[in-house]
């Protein structure tokens, strides 16, 4: 299987709909179970272990449930809402795939379904004694799990949608982001030549935003051409039919092009799969948002800067850790490392911007950018001083008093000259 049938099938089990689907699945094969061992147990054990009740018992289910997700959904379309309201709208895209929320809905539906489907059966007398008590047991376990799934959905339902579980979830999906990264640096290939480009380009097939590019894919094409590619676009990247996205010093005819083109998969929006970027963004809107004068939380804009530091941190600490180059798993295809600086900016010139008027906000940045210098990572160094001087400008220009202003300049001072790579 490629990378990109690999990527598109974790894309589509993303979707609940899919699981909504193999729950009840499970429901239809428990009712056909039912049918197929029924014939091997005897009638009068059947009737001896209660296999009457089984009708009662199904009518309960599925009036129940479908009540119950009903009220499922429109909580979970409630809690959408909220976040992309009280964040940003990208931070919903990662409730909607969320795995709790799935699997609940598609219990209930799954449950609702085998119910339906069971009484059916029972109505037109398809069961016998023994199916009647196969299918007695399937129902006690079904139940059984409906009543773990409902309690821990109560549970869950005390956090969903509130700002610092988003905030979490970002967290966990930037650092997902950063993981694949550090193992795969240049996704796997190795790093281009500075400002090198092959001869003969290819295109972007249409316009949006590079979600997934499939190195194996380019690799066989490399290797089928005798050739080495090198990509020019990472996964966020914005492209439209005039940018280059890939490059080689041999000719490529027309089938070989779409073949590239079909290896660089682009959507119309960024995804958190394969892009660190992205997450620190996301965290950036949500400072924005907390700092407009509609909303006026600073709170939230400190508690992104403390996750900003925790991710930037783990960024910087997996290089560390790292023992000598990572290995390249596809020698014939070139890829450009993440711009490390760009990361700081994508997070901190928002909250240096919108908060240059809120003086805690700003002792909170500078104090921020100090505590990502000490971690002692080079490519950071430039950066924090760059965006420390940034953050004081801001204020001095939003006119920020005085006192509070030279309180900045004093923080600033604790984020030392940038190290010597």
Not at 8 to 26: A, H, I
């Amino acid at each position: 299987m490629t990378e990109k049938l690999l990527y598109l099938l974790q894309r589509l089990l993303r979707k609940t709909w899919v699981r909504c689907v193999l729950f009840s699945l499970v429901g239809v094969l428990a009712v056909g179970l039912s049918m197929l061992l029924g014939p091997s147990i005897p009638e009068d054990v059947a009737v001896k272990l209660g296999s009457d009740a089984i009708g009662s018992i199904l009518n309960i289910i599925a009036t129940s449930m479908l009540t119950v997700t009903i009220f499922s959904a429109s909580t979970m379309v409630s809690s959408f809402t909220a976040v992309a309201s009280s964040a940003t709208p990208r931070a919903s895209q990662l409730m909607i795939e969320d795995t709790t929320i799935q699997n609940t809905l598609a219990t209930f539906i799954g449950a609702f379904l085998y119910s339906v489907i069971a009484l059916i059966g029972l109505n037109t007398r398809i069961y016998g004694g023994g199916g009647r008590l196969v299918l007695f047991g399937f129902t006690v376990a079904i139940l059984l799990v409906v009543v773990i799934v409902l309690l821990r959905w109560i549970d869950y339902l005390s956090v969903l949608g509130r700002m610092g579980e988003t905030l979490l979830r970002v967290e966990k999906a930037i650092i997902k982001a950063m993981d694949q990264r550090l193992a795969r640096p240049c996704l796997g290939g190795k790093p281009p030549r500075h400002g090198s480009q092959g001869r003969y380009t290819v295109l972007a097939s249409e316009t949006g935003f590079v979600q997934h590019v499939s190195m194996d894919i380019l690799q066989k094409l490399a290797e089928e051409e005798g050739g080495a590619l090198q990509i020019h676009v990472l996964p966020g990247a914005f492209v439209e039919p005039s940018v280059v996205i890939v490059s080689s010093d041999r000719p490529m005819d027309e089938a070989r092009c779409q073949a590239v083109c079909s290896a660089v998969l682009i959507g119309n929006s960024r995804t958190f799969d394969h892009d660190p970027r992205f997450g620190l963004v996301v965290l950036g809107e949500i400072a924005t948002r907390a700092l407009s004068p509609g909303v006026n939380d600073p709170g939230t804009a400190l508690d992104v800067m403390a996750t900003s530091v925790r991710v930037l941190a783990h960024w910087a600490q997996g290089l560390r850790r790292q023992d000598g180059p990572a290995e390249v798993m596809f020698d014939r295809v070139s890829a450009p490392p993440l711009d490390e600086a760009d990361m700081l900016d994508d997070v901190f010139v928002p909250l240096a911007r919108y908060g240059a008027t809120a003086s805690e906000v700003g002792l909170a940045l500078q104090r921020a950018l100090a505590s990502i210098d000490r971690l002692g990572h080079p490519a950071f160094g430039q950066a924090t001083k760059r965006l420390s001087r940034y953050a004081i400008e801001r204020a001095a220009h939003a006119g920020l008093f005085e006192a509070d202003l030279q309180g900045l300049r004093d923080a600033a001072a604790e984020v030392r000259p940038a190290r010597p790579v």
